[in-house]
C-alpha cells in the first residue's frame, strides 16, 4: 500500500516537528580568524609607527637602528632566554629524579 503525496502519515502524530535552525546556528563566526586578522593589523600599525631610527647603545659600542627591529630582536632573546632556562630546569629536575610538572 503505497502512500499517496499530499497524505498525513501514521506515524506524524509520534514525531515532533524539526525546527529550522536558529539565526546563530546557521553563521558559525570564526572567531579565531577575526582575533588573528585583528592582531595582524595590529603588528603591522605597531611596525609603521615605530619604524623610525634610534641610536642603540650595546655598552662597548652604539648602532643607528629602527626601533621595531631592535624591539624585534629583544623579543626574540627573551624568548630564546625563557627556553632555555625551562630546558635547563627540567634536565636539573630529570637529573634528581623528582616528578615532572603536568603540562596543561
Partial sequence: MAEEPGTPRADAALTTPQQPPSSQDERNVPW???LLAALAIYLVLFAVL???EENVSFVFFSIQISLIV???VVAVLGFVAGYLTNELRD???QKTGAAKPRQP
Fill in 91 to 93: 634536565r636539573r629536575r
Fill in 32 to 34: 579565531r580568524l577575526i
Fill in 70 to 72: 631592535a624591539l624585534v
Fill in 50 to 52: 615605530n619604524a623610525n
